[in-house]
């Protein structure tokens, strides 16, 4: 009988002392999970008519924003870029690169842009020529089939989503079709 309860008594006490092991790496676990450094954001301003706490507010698909993020802002603007184009059509354009790699080009269309398809058009003409527009920035595009999809995510904003505070599109994305960038709520 002694056996019998020295036996349960050691059982007892390996059984609590695993299920203290298995505490302690749990909170061990999650205190080293809320101690990592939150995802870094790059934010390149090409043209911004705001303040920098608009930049913090550009919200991810996901419901986050900029500002959630530990980020950096840099002013991108470049010297050869007629400054008159991008602001008569944009209140802001910026690329922002995500830790996770995907990268995308949020931009902030006037009224006018929003509200009149020639005039998007001729925006878009803007933003896709090198000289006046982005196009001659790394992110964008070179792939055919992914400039013809960048070009239906900004479209489908006009279409479905133009009250969106901003339109980002993404360079990495492929679609077969107009009509796919659509039923994938204009970014694929």
Same mark, same amino acid.
């Given at each position: ?5 020295? !036996? ?8 609590? !002392? ?11 676990? &999650? ?9 870094? #954001? ?29 980020? *950096? ?6 010297? $050869? ?31 006018? #842009? ?7 058009? $001729? ?5 896709? $020529?090198?000289?006046?527009? #982005?196009?001659? @920035?790394?992110?964008?595009? $070179? ?24 339109? @980002?599109? *993404?360079?990495?994305?492929? &679609? ?6 659509? &039923?994938?709520?204009? @970014?694929?």
């Amino acid at each position: 009988m002694n056996k019998l309860k020295k !036996a349960i008594s050691i059982a007892i006490a390996c059984c609590m !002392a695993l299920s203290i092991v298995a505490m302690s790496a749990s909170a061990v676990e &999650a205190s080293s999970t809320t101690d990592q450094k939150q995802p870094e #954001v790059l934010v390149e301003v090409i043209y911004n008519s705001y303040d920098e706490e608009y930049l913090k507010n550009i919200p991810f698909d996901d419901g986050t924003v900029v500002g959630d993020y530990d980020y *950096e802002i840099r002013y991108i603007g470049s010297v $050869t870029r007629d400054p008159t184009y991008i602001p008569y059509y944009f209140n802001a354009v910026s690329w922002i690169t995500r830790d996770d790699g995907m990268i995308s080009l949020s931009l902030d269309p006037n009224s006018k #842009v929003r509200n009149d398809s020639s005039v998007k058009d $001729t925006a878009w003409s803007v933003l896709s $020529t090198p000289s006046n527009g #982005v196009a001659d @920035n790394r992110n964008w595009p $070179t792939n055919s089939k992914n400039v013809k999809t960048f070009r239906w995510q900004y479209d489908c904003h006009f279409d479905f989503a133009k009250d969106k505070d901003r339109w @980002n599109i *993404e360079p990495s994305r492929t &679609a077969g079709s107009y009509l796919a960038v659509v &039923a994938n709520k204009c @970014n694929p």
